[in-house]
C-alpha cells in the first residue's frame, strides 16, 4: 500500500479533531472506530474479509504501513477467523495517540505543548492543512446531500463517523438533524463498514458477549456440539491497555 492515500484511522482521526479546542470530540468511542477502521483499510486493501460476524485473514502480505501491519499479523496469529466485536472491544496500547504522532511526522497536524490549571501538562493537536479536511468532509456532505450511493471508502467513514459519535460534532445543532440522520443511512452502502460500525455500537453497548444474530439463520437454530452460546472468546495477542492515572489523561486529548 503506498503512503500517497491517506488510510481511514488518519482521515476519521482528522474528522474528529475540533479547531477550536485542538482536542478529539468522543475521544473514548474514537479509539474503537480507529480499530474498526484499520479492520476496513485492510479490507480494502484485500488483506482480510468478512466471515458471518467474524474476520478472516485472506492475504497475510505486509501492507507497507507499520500500524496497520501490526493488526494484521495480530490477526494472523489468531490462527482462526475472530469476531469484529471482539477485536474492536480488545484493550489495545495508545491506538489514538499512535496515530496522533503520525499525522504530526507527516506534517498534517501541529502539537502544541500546554498546561492545565496551570500545573498539568497537556498536548492539543491543531490541523496544519485545513484543505485536507474539508476534502474529506467534503465526501460525506456530498454523499448526504445528492444521495448517490458513495464509494466504499466514503461510506465506510460515514459508517465509522456515526458509530463512534461524530455526527453531532460533524452536523450540530437541530439543524444538522436531518444530515445525522443519512449519515447513518450511508452505512448500508458497505458491507464492511457497515460490520465494524455495528460491532463498535455494539463495544459501547456492552454487548461484546452476545453473538450478533445472522437474518439469513433460522429462529432457534441450535450451537454446535461442545458450544456454550454466547461464551466471550478470548482476546488473544492484543497488547494490554495499561491503567492511566489523572495524570497521564491529562497528556492526550
Known amino acids: 500500500m503506498g503512503r500517497s492515500r491517506r488510510t481511514l ?4 482521526l482528522l474528522l474528529a479533531l475540533d479547531p477550536a479546542t485542538g482536542t478529539t470530540a468522543q475521544p473514548q468511542s474514537l479509539d474503537l472506530g480507529l480499530a474498526g477502521a484499520q479492520l476496513v483499510e485492510l479490507a480494502l486493501a484485500g488483506r482480510i474479509a468478512p466471515d458471518g460476524d467474524r474476520i478472516a485473514v485472506v492475504q497475510p502480505r505486509p501492507t507497507g504501513d507499520p500500524t496497520l501491519d501490526c493488526a494484521l499479523e495480530l490477526l494472523r496469529r489468531r490462527g482462526a477467523p475472530v469476531r ?9 496500547l495508545g491506538l489514538r495517540q499512535i496515530y496522533l504522532a503520525h499525522l504530526e511526522r507527516c506534517g498534517m497536524v501541529a502539537a502544541v505543548a500546554g498546561q492545565m490549571c496551570g500545573v498539568l501538562p497537556t498536548t492539543r493537536y491543531q490541523a496544519t492543512d485545513n484543505a485536507v479536511t474539508r476534502e474529506i468532509r467534503g465526501r460525506l456532505d456530498s454523499a448526504i446531500r445528492t444521495g448517490v450511493p458513495p464509494d466504499p471508502r466514503t461510506a465506510a467513514l460515514a459508517a465509522l463517523a456515526h458509530a463512534v459519535g461524530l455526527g ?11 444530515s445525522r440522520s443519512r449519515l447513518r443511512d450511508l452505512i448500508r ?15 459501547q453497548n456492552g454487548a461484546a458477549a452476545q453473538p450478533r444474530r445472522n437474518p439469513a439463520a433460522p429462529v432457534g437454530r441450535q450451537a454446535g456440539p461442545g458450544t456454550r452460546p454466547g461464551a466471550p472468546e478470548p482476546a488473544r495477542g492484543v497488547p494490554m491497555q495499561p491503567r492511566r492515572g489523572a495524570m497521564a489523561r491529562a497528556v492526550v486529548h
Do not use: F, Q, T
Open 189 to 203: 452502502h458497505d458491507p464492511m463498514g457497515g460490520l465494524v460500525a455495528h460491532a463498535v455500537m455494539d463495544v
Open 9 to 12: 484511522p488518519e482521515e476519521l
Open 84 to 92: 469484529a466485536v471482539h477485536w474492536i472491544g480488545g484493550p489495545r
Open 168 to 178: 453531532k460534532h460533524l452536523y450540530p445543532g437541530n439543524e444538522g438533524r436531518s
